[in-house]
Nanobody, 123 residues
Framework: QVQLVESGGGLVQPGGSLRLSCAASGSEFTLTSVGWYRQAPGKQRELIAE???????DYADSVKGRFTISRDNPKNTAYLQMNSLKLEDTAVYYC?????????????????WGQGTQVTVSS
């Protein structure tokens, strides 16, 4: 089992920055892809950034050029640096991670979610 804990959310003014963290813990696992999702009130949850183990990343058009996803593999932690924040970035941000674990007789991949962290952009 893997637990994901997000941190770093809060209240920020438009144009400001925040850095979210997603720390994974558990026993004997390897994180493969890690994604950041967000869900604004009344809207569906959307994938905004995803990073693979080799560091390759993809972004939604809405955050491209403003947000940067990164990861520290030895620490099993992923980050989302959010710059030039806009009012429409207000949402609950969730971390999603896929982890491989050996469960005899084979390796299996599982999908995990964090509890979410609130980001509010307001003047």
């Amino acid at each position: 089992q893997v637990q994901l804990v997000e941190s770093g959310g809060g209240l920020v003014q438009p144009g400001g920055s925040l850095r979210l963290s997603c720390a994974a813990s558990g026993s004997e696992f390897t994180l493969t892809s890690v994604g950041w999702y967000r869900q604004a009130p009344g809207k569906q949850r959307e994938l905004i950034a995803e990073i693979q183990r080799d560091g390759s990343a993809d972004y939604a058009d809405s955050v491209k050029g403003r947000f940067t996803i990164s990861r520290d593999n030895p620490k099993n932690t992923a980050y989302l640096q959010m710059n030039s924040l806009k009012l429409e970035d207000t949402a609950v941000y969730y971390c999603n991670a896929r982890a491989i674990m050996f469960m005899p007789p084979a390796f299996r991949e599982f999908d995990y979610w964090g509890q979410g962290t609130q980001v509010t952009v307001s003047s």
